[in-house]
């Protein structure tokens, strides 16, 4: 069925080394991908997006490539900090028009960085 | 307001009773979603809002459920006859409507039904 899954439930770094999150669509219409980050007893937090016509969006420390031939999405974090840790959640709109059903999520990806 | 505010933060229920959670959204913002989100899971869509209509409830697990916005602000989702499965963190998000638009959430509504 048509779904946003992620790779990994658990990713842990290194204070400082570079984070790679992953997350695999599957739906083709989808034409807008965000990511979000969720602390501990806290609300999704938006932190970078990116449109189906485009492959890669910087932000501070975050990188978003999208890779729509094999439906691949990843968000790069840099420098990773102890203020980092937190669950990522990927998200896809399927374009229906006004968001009618809106975003669909992963499972999320949690990640903890070890001092 | 500056966020999407909801209330109460934490509701503990008993089994049986009705619960109401509320959510503000952000002042402008025409869309408004309610999501469920249970313990290390991801986000579970229930309903959605596009001013005071609900074109899609089909996220809904159940008639126990229902949601209303009234004046395209504020909206309420109300639980009847809790059940323990009902116990989640229940998430409001609001956005300016149309797609591609990120979504802004509150904190949430921690339910307990005991």
């Known amino acids: 069925g048509e779904s946003v899954g992620l790779h990994l439930p658990t990713l842990s770094v290194q204070e400082g080394d570079n984070s790679i999150i992953n997350c695999a669509y599957s739906?083709?219409?989808?034409?807008?991908f965000i990511w979000y980050k969720q602390e501990s007893g806290k609300g999704p937090q938006f932190i970078i997006d990116?449109?189906?016509?485009?492959d890669k969006r910087q932000g501070q420390r975050v990188t978003v490539l999208l890779n729509k031939t094999v439906k691949h999405l990843s968000l790069q974090i840099a420098a990773t900090q102890p203020g980092d840790s937190a669950v990522y959640f990927c998200a896809e709109n399927r374009g229906s028009g006004g968001g009618a059903d809106g975003l669909t999520f992963g499972k999320g990806t949690h990640l903890i960085i070890q001092p | 307001g500056a966020g999407v505010s909801q209330s109460p933060s934490n509701k503990v229920t008993e089994k049986g009773k009705d619960v109401e959670l509320r959510c503000d959204p952000i002042?402008?913002?025409?869309?408004l979603y309610w999501y469920r989100q249970s313990l290390g899971q991801g986000l579970e869509f229930l309903i959605y809002?596009?001013?005071?209509?609900?074109?899609?409830k089909s996220g809904l697990p159940s008639d126990r459920f229902s949601a209303e916005r009234t004046g395209g602000s504020v909206s309420t989702l109300t639980i009847q006859r809790t059940q323990q499965e009902d116990s989640a963190v229940y998430l409001c998000a609001s956005s300016p409507g149309g797609t591609g638009y990120g979504y802004t959430f509150g904190s949430g509504t921690r339910l307990t039904v005991v």
């Open positions: 739906n083709s219409a989808s034409d807008y």
């Open positions: 809002f596009q001013g005071n209509s609900a074109p899609d």
């Open positions: 990116i449109r189906s016509n485009m």
């Open positions: 002042s402008g913002h025409t869309a």
